[in-house]
């Protein structure tokens, strides 16, 4: 597969075209972002973890009958993915209460939620991703009902392979955020599932292992990452 154009560059990912019009190389940056790109740094070998993690995330997905993206890993930092028609919405999935849950509703850190909520967000910075609903999706043309409803099957479907996988592991998944994208007509998992995109705490002591090391200013973010993958297995060299 030959590298081609720059198509877009994301805050911590950029995308290429390739030879083949129905498959991108995506490349992880060491950029990390947070507050919509307010807070930028460059943390070295993030892009190589993210990329790794996120391969291997995805090849489990994919075992457990969940349509991915994902096609090979090409190097430390570039995978091969196919080309979606990307949906402009996320899909949150929280198992416990964290982030902007917390600050919205004034609940406790880490309380239980049973059933695990559901929530979308407009993928648009300018507007800081605001919190939406099936009914604006609708309106707005963002995505189809089957689309929706195909959306939420598969957040929920990855909560079910993915809790497990971290709890064995000794970690807690506390959230997550999913994007969708259309490959032949059909919903398909895009972008990434990295410790960038979800929270992930210590089952024993709840020590954050994720991207709110960053938010916060907790130091050892990319050692947390490593942690996280060391503990799943994840082969980082
Ligand atoms: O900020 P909030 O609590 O709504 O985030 C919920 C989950 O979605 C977190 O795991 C966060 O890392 C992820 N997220 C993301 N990208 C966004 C918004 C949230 O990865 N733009």
């Known amino acids: 597969m030959e590298k081609r154009d720059e198509l877009y560059r994301g805050k911590a990912k950029t995308v290429f075209t390739t030879d083949n019009p129905d498959y991108l190389i995506l490349e992880f940056r060491d950029d990390t972002s947070a507050f919509d790109g307010e807070k930028v740094e460059q943390l070295a070998r993030k892009g190589m973890v993210n990329n790794k993690f996120n391969h291997f995330i995805m090849e489990q997905l994919s075992a457990a009958g969940i349509p991915t993206q994902m096609e090979t890993l090409l190097s430390d930092t570039e995978c091969v993915v196919k080309k979606l028609e990307m949906i402009p919405v996320e899909c949150v999935v929280r198992n416990l209460a964290a982030g ?28 800081h991703d605001p919190m939406v609903n099936e009914s604006h999706a609708l309106a707005f043309g963002w995505a189809t009902s089957e689309q929706l409803a195909e959306m939420k099957r598969l957040t929920f479907a990855v909560n079910d392979v993915l809790k497990p996988l971290f709890e064995n592991a000794g970690m807690l998944l506390v959230d997550y955020k999913l994007e969708f994208g259309v490959f032949n007509g059909s919903i398909v998992l895009g972008d990434e599932f990295s410790p960038d995109g979800c929270r992930l705490w210590d089952k024993e002591t709840r020590t954050k292992l994720d991207k709110d090391r960053f938010r916060q200013g907790l130091g050892g973010v990319v050692e947390a990452y490593e942690e996280v993958a060391k503990r799943l297995g994840v082969p980082l060299s």
């Open 100 to 127: 902007s849950l917390v600050r919205r509703l004034g609940v406790t850190e880490g309380l239980e939620l049973n059933p695990p909520t559901f929530e979308l967000f407009l993928k648009n910075d300018a507007l």
